[in-house]
C-alpha cells in the first residue's frame, strides 16, 4: 500500500464519517458544520501522524540493529 | 498543512451558516417593566427559563451604601455596634428600606447643623483672641505712642523758635487732617505659614506696610479643617485702598481668618463681653446637638448588626428556618433566590411596578416574551410586562451553548481566558487538537484502552452519578469524562501509530518490512538488517522495538514529528487571526498583521517542514541544521552536499527576505494607518457606508471606543513593538516548545517499556508462580499509579499549555466574560 493509496483510505474514511455524522446527528446547517469541522480535524490529524511515521520509514537512513542479546 | 486544518471554519463566514461554537451567541441588553402584582411571578418564571442574566441596578447596593455610612459615622463618634440581639423578629426588606433611609436623612441633618455650629464656635474663639492679643498691641501702640506725642511737644517747646523749616514738619504731625490715614487688619495666621506671610506681605506692598505678630500660647481650631493649629495673631497696618485688597488677598490665599476690630477701647471690652457670651451659648448648644447624635447612633449601633445580617442574610435565615419544617430545599433556594434578584430590580418613580435589566441572547427574545405573558396570565395582573431591547455600548457577556459534551472542552478554554464577545472561540479545535497533541505524549494502546474502559464507566453511569455528591478528584474526573474519553480514542490511534500495546509491538498491519541481510543472520547486530519490503503500511515498524538503533530512529522521527505538527496547530492558530479580523470587519488586522505573520512563520518554520518532508520522500542525507543555521549566516553560500532539490538557494534568499521584510511589515505600517483614520475621523472626513444591523453594532462599537479616547501614537506604536517581538521570538520559541511532544512520548515508552521489561519479564523468568504474581500485581500498580495517573496528567498539562500560549496566542484575546444566567437549574450547583 503507497502513501497515495493510503492518503486516499483516510480521506474516503473521512468522507464517510463526516456524512454519518451529518445523518445521524442532524441539528440545522451551523450545528452541521460544527460537527464537519470535528470530523475533519479528527482525520486531518490522524492522517498527519499517520504520514509522518510513513514517510519517515520510507527511505530509512539508520536500520534496526538488533541487540547482542538478541 | 495549516491551511488544510482552516476548511472548517472557513466556511463559517458568507457562504455557509455560522458554525456552533465558533462565536457566542449574539446577546442583547433588555428591560422590562413590570408590574408589582406579578413580579414574583415573572421572575420565578424566568429563573426557569434561565436565559436572563440580571444587571444589579441599586436598591441593595444603596442600602449598604447607607449601612457603611451609619458604620463610619458610629466609629467616629466611637460607639460600637452593640452584640446582636437574638430577638427574631423578621424585618421586611422594604420597612429597613424605608427606615434606613430616615435615619440616614436625620443623621445628615444633625452632621450639618453641629458642624455649621461648631464652625461658629471656633470662629467667635479666634475672634476673642484676636480681641484680646491685639488689643494689647493697640494698648502698647497707643501708650508709647502718646509718649512719643509728649516728647515731640516737649522739643517744640524747647527749640520752636529757633527753626523755622521745622515747623512745617510740626505742623504736618500735628495736624490730623494732613496725616495719611492708615488703615488694618487683623487675624490669625498658621506658625508655620507665619514668616512666608510676612515676606510675601513685605514685598507685595514694596515695605509699605507695618505687620505685628504675636504667637497664640495654645494651638487653636481652625473653623474651616477642624483641626488644631497653632497660629500667630496678625495686625497689618497699612496706607490706601490698593494695597489694602493686595494685603486681603494675601490673606486669603494663606488662609489667615480676618476679623473685625475697633480701635476704641471701650468697644473692644464690650464686644469681648459679647464674644464670650455668645461662646457659652454656642457650647451648650452643640452639647446638645452631640448628645442628640449620640443618640441615635447608639440607637442604630443598638440594631446595626442585626440589620447589617439581615441585609446580607435575613433571607437566607429566614428560609434556612423554613428549611427545617418544609424539608423542600429546591423550593426554598428557588424562592430566596427570586427575591435576591428582586433586589436587585429598581422600583418605578410611582412604585406601581419593577425595572429589571438584563442580558439575554437574542434567540431567547421569544421565550423570555412568553414567559413574561405567561407570568402576567397567570397573576391575573391586569397590565403586561413591557420588554424592550435597548441599545448599548457595553461588551455583552459571551455565552456558548454547550452540550454535555463540549462544556468540558470550552472549560478547559475559559480556564485561560473567557473569549472577548463573538471572539472566534478555540474551543472549537481544542476539542480535537487537545485530546490528539495528549495522544501523541500518551501513545500506547494497551493504556488508552485502560482508560477507555475507566471513562466508559463514568459515561454508562452518567445520569446515576451526575446527581450523586461525588469526592473532588472523582467530581473532576466525571466532569472530564467526555475530554477523558477523547484522550483515550486517540490514545489508542497513537498507540497503534507508535505500535505500542504496554511497549510491546504487534505485527497487526502486515509484514515487518526489515529482514537480515542472509539466512544466517549473522551482521545483524553489527550492521543490521535491511528493508526488503515495501515500507510497514501503518506506524511504526515493529522490528525496531528492542533494537539497538531504536532510540535515534524514534528520536528523529518524534522530533521532526513534534515540528511538524506545532507549525500546523500555529498555522491553524494564524489563520483563526484571520477569521477574526474578517469577522470584526478590521482590514488592518489582516494586511499588516495576519499575512506578514503567516509569511514570517512559514518561511522560516513551514520552509523547515518543508525540507523535513522532502529529506524523508528522497532519503537524503542533508543536514537540516546545517542548512537552516547557514541560511541566515551565509544564505548566498553553496549548499553543497546539503542540497535537497535544485533551485533551493534561490528558494532561501526569497525565504529570507521575505521573513525580513515581514518584520517591519508588522510593525510600522498598522499604527501609522490608525493614527491617519484617526485624524479623517477627527476631520469628519470619513463617512462609512451603513452596513447591515449587526455589523453596524460591531462597527458602532468599534468606533465609539476609538473615537472617544485621545489617540496616543506612543502608545499603539508600543503595543505594535510588543506584539511584533512576540510573535516574532515566540515563532521561534514556540516551535521550540512543541518539542515537549517529542520528550513526553519519549518518557512514557520508555518508562512503559522499563516496567514491563524489569518488572513483568523479569518476574516471568523465575518460573515462580508467587514471584510471578507479585511481580504482576507490581506491574499492574506501576503501571497505574505511574502511567495512567501521573503521567496521563503530566501530558495533559503539557497539552493545556500548547494549547493555552502556543496555539491561542496567535489569535484568542480572552478578555470577555462570562454570561451567568438567573437560572434556577444552576441554583444546585452554586450552593454548598
Known amino acids: 500500500m503507497g502513501f497515495l493509496l493510503t492518503t486516499l483510505i483516510f480521506f474516503l474514511v473521512g468522507v464517510v464519517a463526516a456524512l454519518s455524522v451529518c445523518l445521524c446527528c442532524n441539528g440545522g446547517p451551523s450545528t452541521n458544520l460544527f460537527h464537519f469541522t470535528l470530523v475533519v480535524t479528527a482525520v486531518v490529524c490522524c492522517w498527519m501522524m499517520w504520514a509522518i511515521v510513513y514517510l519517515a520509514q520510507l527511505k530509512p537512513l539508520i ?6 542479546g538478541e | 498543512m495549516g491551511d488544510y486544518h482552516s476548511h472548517g471554519g472557513g466556511r463559517g463566514h458568507g457562504c455557509c451558516p455560522p458554525m456552533d461554537l465558533m462565536r457566542s451567541e449574539p446577546m442583547q441588553l433588555v428591560q422590562i417593566i413590570i408590574p408589582i402584582e406579578s413580579a414574583h411571578l415573572t421572575i420565578s418564571y424566568l429563573g426557569d427559563l434561565g436565559l436572563l442574566q440580571f444587571k444589579d441596578i441599586k436598591r441593595c447596593g444603596e442600602m449598604a451604601r447607607k449601612l457603611r455610612f451609619f458604620r463610619e459615622q458610629m466609629t467616629k463618634a466611637g460607639i460600637s455596634p452593640s452584640a446582636m440581639s437574638l430577638t427574631q423578629t423578621h424585618i421586611n426588606l422594604d420597612d429597613l428600606e424605608i427606615k434606613l433611609g430616615e435615619l440616614e436623612a436625620e443623621l445628615i441633618e444633625v452632621n450639618t447643623n453641629s458642624e455649621k455650629l461648631q464652625r461658629t464656635y471656633n470662629e467667635l474663639l479666634e475672634y476673642r483672641l484676636i480681641l484680646q492679643k491685639a488689643g494689647e498691641f493697640f494698648y502698647s501702640a497707643q501708650s508709647s505712642a502718646t509718649a512719643q506725642q509728649r516728647e515731640i511737644e516737649a522739643q517744640q517747646v524747647f527749640d520752636g523758635s529757633l527753626d523755622s523749616p521745622l515747623l512745617l514738619e510740626q505742623e504736618s504731625l500735628a495736624d490730623p487732617s494732613k496725616q495719611v490715614k492708615l488703615g488694618f487688619v487683623s487675624g490669625l495666621v498658621p506658625k508655620e505659614k507665619s514668616m512666608a506671610f510676612e ?40 496706607s490706601g485702598e490698593r494695597t489694602k485688597t493686595k494685603i486681603l488677598k494675601i490673606c486669603e490665599a494663606f ?56 441585609h446580607y442574610v435575613s433571607i437566607d435565615r429566614f428560609y434556612d428556618f423554613l428549611n427545617f419544617t ?41 421565550q423570555v416574551q412568553d414567559a413574561l405573558k405567561q407570568a402576567t396570565y397567570d397573576s391575573n395582573s391586569q397590565v403586561g410586562s413591557i420588554f424592550q431591547v435597548l441599545h448599548t455600548k457595553e461588551s455583552p457577556p459571551t455565552y456558548f451553548r454547550t452540550n454535555k459534551f463540549t462544556s468540558a472542552f470550552q472549560e478547559i478554554v475559559d480556564a485561560y481566558g473567557v473569549a472577548k464577545y463573538q471572539e472566534a472561540n478555540p474551543g472549537v479545535y481544542t476539542i480535537v487538537t487537545f ?44 466532569g472530564g469524562r467526555y475530554v477523558i474519553l477523547m484522550m483515550a480514542i486517540f490514545s489508542i490511534y497513537t498507540g497503534l501509530i507508535y505500535n505500542e500495546f504496554f511497549s510491546v509491538p504487534f505485527e497487526l498491519f502486515g509484514k515487518s518490512a526489515y529482514a537480515c541481510r542472509d539466512p544466517s543472520c549473522s551482521d545483524a547486530t553489527s550492521v543490521g538488517l535491511i528493508k526488503v519490503r515495501s515500507t510497514y503500511p501503518f506506524g511504526v515498524d515493529p522490528k525496531w522495538h528492542g533494537t539497538r538503533s531504536e532510540l535515534p530512529f524514534l528520536n528523529s522521527l518524534k522530533m521532526k514529528m513534534s515540528i511538524l505538527l506545532g507549525v500546523a496547530q500555529m498555522n491553524l492558530g494564524i489563520v483563526l487571526s484571520y477569521f477574526n479580523a474578517n469577522f470584526f470587519k478590521n482590514n488592518l488586522n489582516i494586511w499588516y498583521q495576519f499575512v506578514p505573520q503567516l509569511i514570517f512563520l512559514n518561511s522560516l518554520f513551514g520552509y523547515l517542514s518543508l525540507l523535513i518532508i522532502v529529506k524523508w ?16 549566516l551565509s544564505p548566498t553560500d553553496d549548499l553543497g552536499e546539503n542540497q535537497l532539490f535544485p533551485g533551493q538557494k534561490t528558494l532561501q534568499l526569497v525565504l529570507l527576505f521575505l521573513a525580513l521584510i515581514s518584520v517591519p511589515w508588522m510593525l510600522f505600517p498598522k499604527p501609522i494607518l490608525l493614527k491617519k ?73 520508555e518508562l512503559s517499556s522499563v516496567f514491563y521489561e524489569k518488572v513483568l519479564l523479569l518476574a516471568w523468568g523465575f518460573n515462580n508462580i508467587i ?17 495512567l495517573v501521573m503521567e496521563t496528567l503530566s501530558a495533559f498539562l503539557h497539552a493545556l499549555r500548547l494549547h493555552w500560549v502556543e496555539f491561542q496566542n496567535k489569535f484568542y484575546e480572552g478578555d470577555g466574560y462570562k454570561f451567568l444566567p438567573f437560572s434556577f437549574a444552576l441554583l444546585g450547583e452554586d450552593e454548598d
Not at chain 1, 536500520?63 to 547482542?68: A, C, D, G, R, T
Not at chain 2, 450523586?468 to 474526573?477: A, F, H
Not at chain 2, 528522497?618 to 542548512?627: C, F, M, N, Q
Not at chain 2, 460591531?698 to 496616543?712: A, C, N, P, R, T
Request: net charge negative; with cysteine; proline share 2%.
Open chain 2, 435 to 478: 485530546p490528539f497533541l495528549f495522544a501523541v505524549m500518551f501513545g500506547d494502546w494497551g493504556h488508552g484502552i485502560c482508560m477507555l474502559l475507566a471513562t466508559m464507566y463514568f459515561i454508562f453511569r452518567e445520569k446515576k452519578l451526575s446527581s450523586q455528591k461525588l469526592g473532588d478528584i472523582t467530581e473532576m474526573t466525571f
Open chain 2, 617 to 632: 520522500s528522497i532519503g537524503s542525507k542533508a543536514d537540516l541544521y546545517h542548512v537552516m543555521i547557514y541560511m541566515f
Open chain 2, 199 to 238: 515676606r510675601i506681605l513685605f514685598r507685595a506692598t514694596r515695605g509699605n506696610m507695618y505687620l505685628k505678630q504675636v504667637a497664640v500660647d495654645d494651638p487653636v481650631t481652625d473653623p474651616v479643617s477642624g483641626e488644631k493649629v497653632a497660629k500667630n495673631v496678625f495686625v497689618v497696618f497699612y
Open chain 2, 326 to 366: 418544609k424539608a423542600q430545599i429546591f423550593q426554598v433556594r428557588r424562592e430566596k433566590s427570586i427575591y435576591h434578584t428582586l433586589n436587585m430590580l429598581s422600583l418605578d418613580v410611582t412604585k406601581k411596578c419593577v425595572v429589571a435589566e438584563g442580558w439575554s441572547p437574542v434567540f431567547a427574545t421569544s
Open chain 2, 255 to 310: 488662609g489667615a481668618n480676618r476679623y473685625p476690630f475697633t480701635e476704641d477701647v471701650g468697644k473692644q471690652m464690650q464686644m469681648i463681653d459679647e464674644v464670650s457670651g455668645k461662646i457659652s451659648e454656642l457650647k451648650t448648644t452643640i452639647d446638645v446637638g452631640l448628645i442628640h447624635r449620640d443618640n441615635i447612633l447608639k440607637n442604630i449601633g443598638y440594631q446595626f448588626e442585626q440589620w447589617n445580617h439581615l
Open chain 2, 677 to 749: 483614520q484617526h485624524q479623517e475621523r477627527q476631520q469628519g472626513q470619513s463617512y462609512t457606508l451603513l452596513r447591515s444591523t449587526e455589523e453596524s453594532l460591531e462597527l458602532e462599537q468599534d468606533h465609539s471606543s476609538q473615537g472617544h479616547e485621545e489617540f496616543e501614537f506612543s502608545e499603539i506604536f508600543v503595543h505594535q513593538l510588543i506584539h511584533t517581538i512576540e510573535f516574532v521570538l515566540g515563532a521561534v520559541s514556540n516551535t521550540a516548545s512543541y518539542l515537549r511532544l517529542w520528550a513526553l512520548s519519549l518518557a512514557h515508552a
Open chain 2, 771 to 787: 514471584i510471578l504474581i507479585v511481580g504482576f500485581i507490581v506491574f499492574v500498580f506501576a503501571t497505574v499509579g505511574v502511567l
Open chain 1, 63 to 68: 536500520v534496526p540493529i538488533l541487540s547482542e
